[in-house]
């Protein structure tokens, strides 16, 4: 059974920073795309970034140059740094993983994602 827990969300002040985690179970998230998406209330959620099996990264041009998707194999875990946050990247952030391995493609949309978290609130205020 696959899981994906996310952590690292909070309250931070415009201009700030904070790195979300997914720890991943149930999947080897090294062999696999990730991605992070987020969600906004009113919204439709919206692709943030990815990563795949062989950690070639993709972003949104909302945030290119801002945010940063990394993975630590051994401890089998996802991040998106944040820096330099504004009040419009207020949200919540979900993780996703895909169920195809050692697939190169960037995975853009949510369909392209077969597991996801519960997601973690972050919050900017400006």
């Known amino acids: 059974q696959v899981q994906l827990a996310e952590s690292g969300g909070g309250l931070v002040q415009a201009g700030g920073s904070l790195r979300l985690s997914c720890a991943a179970s149930g999947l080897a998230s090294s062999s696999y795309p990730m991605g992070w998406f987020r969600q906004a209330p009113g919204k439709e959620r919206e692709f943030v970034a990815t990563i795949t099996w062989s950690d070639s990264t993709y972003y949104a041009d909302s945030v290119k140059g801002r945010f940063t998707i990394s993975r630590d194999n051994a401890k089998n875990t996802v991040y998106l740094q944040m820096n330099s946050l504004e009040s419009l990247d207020t949200a919540v952030y979900y993780c996703?993983?895909?169920?195809?391995?050692?697939?190169?493609?960037?995975?853009?949309?949510?369909?392209?994602?077969?597991?996801w978290g519960q997601g973690t609130q972050v919050t900017v205020s400006s």
């Open positions: 996703a993983a895909s169920r195809f391995p050692f697939d190169s493609r960037y995975r853009i949309e949510a369909d392209d994602y077969d597991y």
